[in-house]
T-cell receptor, first 112, second 114 residues
Framework: GENVEQHPSTLSVQEGDSAVIKCTYS??????FPWYKQELGKRPQLIID?????GEKKDQRIAVTLNKTAKHFSLHITETQPEDSAVYFC???????????FGGGTRVLVKP | DTAVSQTPKYLVTQMGNDKSIKCEQN?????MYWYKQDSKKFLKIMFS???????INETVPNRFSPKSPDKAHLNLHINSLELGDSAVYFC?????????????FGSGTQLSVL
């Protein structure tokens, strides 16, 4: 079945530095890899996603990289700002079916 | 004009009681979900409905019963509440198919069982 491991569970960075979160998965049939951001007391919201036919995608200060051979994908946040402080979740979805399986989450704290 | 709305936002109740959470989406999506987020923030899918048909039913106690009267609504009824049911329950919706993987979450219902 689907399984996704997310590391680290907490990440503290200085404002302006970069943050990297990594997820590894076991099911090679996974073909969709989104990242969700959940601010304190709020709902999770999609910030970026990537499909299995793409190796990298960027959107301003955030980027996602995918290594299908090694079965891992990562979220990169550059020039971090205090408003980037949140819990970030990776997720995977198999080609068939609509079920998204989430990683355990990474609590990111950006210190001013 | 909230896209996915769920009520109530907070629910405090005693063990053994029965309670319901309601969810409605106005996005025209055909698939709706219930997720449970525990105190460690882990998000786990419970149920999914597509056009009123149950398509995902994870290992959830029988005390939890979802109901979808139409594709815009998905309610969750919980019988005989237990302490371990305390969590935040998120409703979500999406369009089935490759173009519709993005999940739109409701604002959550914080359930506290005393």
């Amino acid at each position: 079945g689907e399984n996704v491991e997310q590391h680290p569970s907490t990440l503290s960075v200085q404002e302006g530095d970069s943050a990297v979160i990594k997820c590894t998965y076991s099911d090679s049939a996974s073909n969709y890899f989104p990242w969700y951001k959940q601010e304190l007391g709020k709902r999770p919201q999609l910030i970026i996603d990537i499909r299995s036919n793409v190796g990298e995608k960027k959107d301003q200060r955030i980027a996602v990289t995918l290594n299908k051979t090694a079965k891992h994908f990562s979220l990169h946040i550059t020039e971090t700002q205090p408003e980037d402080s949140a819990v970030y979740f990776c997720a995977i979805r198999k080609a068939a079916g609509n079920k998204l399986t989430f990683g355990g989450g990474t609590r990111v704290l950006v210190k001013p | 004009d909230t896209a996915v709305s769920q009520t109530p936002k907070y629910l405090v109740t005693q063990m053994g009681n029965d309670k319901s959470i309601k969810c409605e989406q106005n996005l025209g999506h055909d698939t709706m979900y219930w997720y449970k987020q525990d105190s460690k923030k882990f998000l786990k899918i419970m149920f999914s409905y597509n056009n009123k048909e149950l398509i995902i039913n994870e290992t959830v106690p029988n005390r939890f019963s979802p109901k979808s009267p139409d594709k815009a609504h998905l309610n969750l009824h919980i019988n005989s509440l237990e302490l371990g049911d305390s969590a935040v329950y998120f409703c979500a919706s999406s369009l089935q198919g490759q173009r519709g993987e993005k999940l739109f979450f409701g604002s959550g219902t914080q359930l506290s069982v005393l």
